[in-house]
């Protein structure tokens, strides 16, 4: 019997971005089933609760789903506590994770190495492409906070995306308020 290989693909999406999108595109091509895992990460300072996140994640997956429906199913959970814990429930053969440079790279090895010595799962990494290596949730955010015109994001994320952080810029939430003062 033929075994199904299903990728985790771990990460805050606070928010997505066009880099994550290319990850979770090629990854349908690794994999039979694809869970992105929109995780809480204590150590960042959110500006999208995570069912908001979870909300726009499961929008743009649905479109991409429709776009190419024969690749790999690919379903959204939220999830609090270890990334590793989480793919074990959901029963992972591997996580999924973009490069973006050497940084990301010198990291994830490091994470990669260690989920496999303490859970025995292994790490599955697709390099981001050239005109999506810049993009970051961080650089995302400030640009929010400190942008007059947000349409300069069309790049690096949609259009859905830029909506919804023209209405957190516009209700002063308190992660752009702080990014202004720094």
């Not at 299903?6 to 971005?17: A, H, K, L, W």
């Not at 690749?71 to 074990?88: H, M």
């Not at 050497?102 to 990494?125: C, G, K, M, P, W």
């Amino acid at each position: 019997m033929a075994r199904t290989h299903v990728g985790v693909f771990p990460g805050s999406f606070d928010p997505i971005t066009f880099g994550h999108i290319d990850v979770i595109v090629r990854g349908r091509r690794l994999f039979d089933e694809l869970v992105v895992a929109v995780g809480q990460n204590p150590g960042k300072d959110e500006l999208f609760s995570p069912s908001e996140r979870e909300q726009m994640v499961r929008e743009l997956i649905d479109e991409i789903v429709g776009q190419d429906p024969d690749e790999a199913s690919v379903r959204v959970e939220t999830y609090s506590g270890l990334t590793v814990d989480f793919a074990r429930s959901v029963g992972a053969t591997a996580l999924l994770r973009g490069i973006r440079n050497l940084s990301d790279l010198q990291y994830e090895i490091q994470q990669a190495v260690t989920n496999r010595e303490v859970a025995n799962l292994e790490t599955a990494f697709v390099v981001a492409g050239q005109s999506l290596a810049y993009v970051s949730s961080s650089l995302i955010k400030q640009v929010t906070a400190l942008g007059e015109d947000l349409s300069v994001l069309k790049a690096m994320v949609p259009e859905r995306v830029i909506e919804q952080l023209q209405a957190k810029k516009a209700e002063r939430h308190p992660t752009l308020e702080r990014l202004r003062q720094v």
